[in-house]
């Protein structure tokens, strides 16, 4: 467990540990998510923002190809309880802003199902797109009941292309 400025401090570590390792620079980063040109530079030097936004860290982690909750300084407080969380929340935000009660056993179900799914199918998924297609996958299957099977591995493929941006 650390405090909150050790984590802050740790997410701009990732950040520039990111950064070099996929040969980024700060300036496009900054551009792409869309803010000024100094954004990054900005956080990584003065601490301003203090944290990043969860919308922030989760498109600067799709432009860097990496897990959002690197970039989290809830996730480096507490790992453990960030793990946790991930199964436990008892909201689910989907699409339009709705919210739903889940079952988190379910949840991990589909998650795990995900996964063997993309290996199954030689799919790979960013971060950004597998927070678009399970709570998805999770509406399928509770509404359903169907278990995990070739017609559900068909629905993932089929939600992770029509996710997929041009390149």
Request: glycine fraction near 4%; charge should be neutral.
């Amino acid at each position: 467990m650390m405090d909150e400025a050790a984590a802050a401090e740790r997410v701009r570590e990732e950040l520039r540990r990111l950064l070099k390792a996929r040969g980024v620079t700060k300036v496009a980063v900054s551009l792409a998510i869309p803010m000024n040109k100094h954004y990054v530079q900005q956080f990584l030097r003065a601490g301003v923002p203090y944290t990043l936004s969860p919308d922030k860290s989760e498109k600067i982690a799709d432009i860097l190809d990496c897990d959002p909750k690197l970039l989290d300084v809830r996730y480096w407080r507490d790992p453990e309880q960030y793990e946790r969380g991930r199964v436990e929340r008892s909201k689910l935000f989907l699409e339009g802003g709705q919210q739903t009660y889940f079952d988190g056993e379910l949840l991990a179900s589909c998650t795990r199902g995900f996964e063997e799914a993309l290996e199954r199918l030689g799919l790979q998924a960013t971060p950004t797109i597998r927070a678009h297609v399970i709570p998805r996958l999770y509406q399928y299957m509770s509404a359903t009941n169907v278990p995990l099977n070739d017609e559900v591995f068909e629905l993932i493929a089929s939600l992770v292309a029509k996710k997929k941006e041009p390149v």
